[in-house]
């Protein structure tokens, strides 16, 4: 009997910290995700200025949400080694209930009249420009209907398609080749998480034709494509991390039970 409390005790906190650690980037990756940043700028390089069909000019532009994505690419893939699909797939509606929760919130407050006083404390910037706090707050935490939509859809189709190449590969490599099944699910996914929110926020209800929907796509994918690869040691470490705080016995358990579908709190 103390076996299984033990068992059920660190299955669940485990399961707590993982999905706490997932909603949360999932949630500020969102946010965040209004700022584009140049990724040659950053780095201390000249833009690529690559061409794309035609004259469609393309440089490493990424939006602020992609540098804490990854965290949530081997979070995910942690929840399906430990807790299956069902786990995967329960914290993913979660999250984009609470995604769209956020996205209702701001909405909501954003229209609220300033108090004046906020606004004349704020004005002029440092450069001594005259500043509009208020209007700078809608434009970036107001995000478009497109964008939200487009952000929830792929998400949730990211996630569900991750879990579901995981499993394949899972029952494919068994216990080993941990970084195949990860970083192949993950491929895959973003693949279609790359164009999905691209096309639905900027082709379907924006201005943007294929071709610069497709090259967009491109550079965010091969973004996540290198991360994927990059944080791989970081999996390993994830995992070596868990497996001594559940202890041999309850880690062996819980994957078995992941790659049977049977594992859930």
């Known amino acids: 009997m103390a076996k299984i409390s033990a068992f059920q005790s660190k299955k669940t906190n485990l399961f707590i910290i993982l999905s706490g650690i997932f909603l949360t980037n999932a949630i500020l990756a969102e946010i965040i995700g209004v700022k584009i940043f140049s990724g040659e700028l950053t780095l201390g390089l000249e ?3 690559w061409t794309f069909f035609g004259d469609y000019v393309l440089d490493f532009n990424l939006t602020a949400g992609a540098v804490i994505w990854p ?3 081997i979070t995910t893939d942690i929840i399906n080694e430990y807790y299956g699909k069902k786990g995967v797939r ?3 509606f979660i999250t984009a209930f609470f995604i769209a929760y956020v996205f209702f919130v ?3 407050v954003t229209p609220l009249p300033p108090a004046p006083f906020w606004l004349e404390v704020n004005t002029p910037d440092a450069a001594g420009n005259p500043f509009n706090i ?3 707050f809608n434009i970036i935490f107001r995000q478009g209907l497109g964008i939200i939509i ?3 859809t792929a ?4 996630q569900l398609v991750d879990v579901y190449v995981f499993q394949k590969l899972r029952k494919i490599t068994g216990p080993k ?3 195949l099944r990860a970083t192949g699910s993950t491929l895959v996914s973003q693949f279609i998480d790359s164009f999905v929110v691209l096309g639905i926020a900027f082709y379907i209800f924006g201005n943007w034709s294929w071709a610069q929907v497709v090259s967009v796509g491109i550079i965010n994918y091969i973004y996540k494509f290198s991360m994927a690869i990059l944080l791989t040691p970081l999996l390993y470490l994830g995992h070596a991390l868990i497996d001594n705080y559940l202890g041999k016995e309850i880690a062996l358990k819980m994957t078995e039970e992941a790659m049977e579908d049977t594992s859930f709190l």
């Open 47 to 49: 833009p690529a200025g």
């Open 71 to 73: 965290v949530v690419f």
């Open 90 to 92: 329960k914290i993913s």
């Open 106 to 108: 701001i909405a909501f």
């Open 134 to 136: 208020d209007y700078a």
């Open 150 to 152: 487009g952000s929830l």
């Open 155 to 158: 998400f949730l189709i990211g």
């Open 177 to 179: 080749m941990i970084w």
